[in-house]
Every structure is written in structure tokens, then in C-alpha cells.
């Protein structure tokens, strides 16, 4: 698994947006800055995620950009699978893989199935409410000074 900028940005926004959906559609300048993308850049990422489903936008002068359903329903691994792909660090761990002879004695596969299922596991099981809640409680811890 490789994060790109590109998956990078995407994460980036969708837990911004969760961090802030109780507050309605943001534009594209809001959330570049709260994330510090360009805003270019942000606009195509932000024109993906909506077709993947993850956020909609509406149009106009009061217009934006928001979750197109509850942050809580987003996982880790939907965002970074629909935008930088599969999660799998070798395509040989697929059962249909077929394009090598060593397959069932190799001794990385199974080492690779494992590392698969481990980062399948963290990613599938985190939603975007989780670290929304984390990114509130961070926010909140006094801070003491003399």
C-alpha cells in the first residue's frame, strides 16, 4: 500500500469535513486552508471524491462542498482504496494470481497475506467519526502555562 499526494489530500479533506460536519458545506478555499493544500490540487481530489460518492457539493455563491453521508458510514479503507487502489502489497497474495510457478512454495507469501490482512483490519475499522472524536479531544487538553 502506497498513500499518494493525491490519497494524501483525499483523507485529509474527507476528515476535515467530517471534523466539521455538523457545520454544513465549506468551499474549497476553507478547507485548503484548514489543510494547507494548494487549491488547485484540491479541486480535482475534491471532484474524485465526488464521484466516488464520498462528498456532494452544491453550486452558487452560499455554495460548497460536505459529506454526502455521516463520517461514522466512511471508513479509512473505502477512501484509500477508491483513490490509490488496492491495499495489497503484492499482487501474488490474491488467490487468482496465476502468473507464477513458486506460488505455493514461496516462502514471502505468506508473509504478505499477513501484512494484508493486519492493514486490512486497521483501515477497514477506523472511520472517519473515529478520528474526527480524536482531532476534538486532542483540540481540548489544557494547556498550563507559568
Same mark, same amino acid.
Given at each position: 500500500?502506497?498513500?499518494?499526494? =493525491?490519497?494524501?489530500?483525499?483523507?485529509?479533506?474527507?476528515?476535515?469535513?467530517?471534523?466539521?460536519?455538523?457545520?454544513?458545506?465549506?468551499?474549497?478555499?476553507?478547507?485548503?486552508?484548514? +489543510?494547507?493544500?494548494?487549491? &488547485?490540487?484540491?479541486?480535482?481530489?475534491?471532484?474524485?471524491?465526488?464521484?466516488?460518492?464520498? +462528498?456532494?457539493?452544491?453550486?452558487? &455563491?452560499?455554495?460548497?462542498?460536505?459529506? $454526502?453521508? @455521516? @463520517? =461514522?458510514?466512511?471508513?479509512?479503507?473505502?477512501? +484509500?482504496?477508491?483513490?490509490?487502489?488496492?491495499?495489497? @502489497?503484492?499482487?501474488? !497474495?490474491?488467490?487468482?494470481? $496465476?502468473?507464477?510457478?513458486?506460488?505455493?512454495?514461496?516462502?514471502?507469501?505468506?508473509?504478505?497475506?499477513?501484512?494484508?490482512?493486519?492493514?486490512?483490519?486497521?483501515?477497514?475499522? !477506523?472511520?472517519?467519526?473515529?478520528?474526527? &472524536?480524536? !482531532?476534538?479531544?486532542?483540540? =481540548?487538553?489544557?494547556?498550563?502555562? !507559568?
Amino acid at each position: 500500500m502506497k498513500i499518494t499526494h =493525491k490519497g494524501d489530500y483525499a483523507l485529509k479533506a474527507i476528515l476535515d469535513m467530517s471534523v466539521h460536519y455538523d457545520e454544513g458545506l465549506a468551499t474549497i478555499q476553507e478547507i485548503a486552508k484548514r +489543510i494547507d493544500a494548494p487549491g &488547485k490540487f484540491l479541486e480535482q481530489v475534491l471532484l474524485e471524491l465526488k464521484k466516488g460518492g464520498f +462528498i456532494e457539493s452544491r453550486r452558487g &455563491k452560499i455554495g460548497g462542498y460536505q459529506l $454526502s453521508r @455521516p @463520517p =461514522k458510514q466512511i471508513t479509512l479503507g473505502q477512501v +484509500i482504496r477508491f483513490v490509490d487502489g488496492p491495499l495489497e @502489497p503484492i499482487a501474488c !497474495i490474491n488467490e487468482c494470481y $496465476s502468473d507464477c510457478g513458486d506460488l505455493h512454495q514461496c516462502a514471502f507469501r505468506l508473509i504478505w497475506q499477513q501484512v494484508f490482512q493486519a492493514t486490512s483490519n486497521i483501515v477497514d475499522n !477506523i472511520t472517519f467519526a473515529d478520528l474526527a &472524536k480524536k !482531532i476534538e479531544a486532542a483540540s =481540548k487538553v489544557p494547556t498550563y502555562s !507559568i
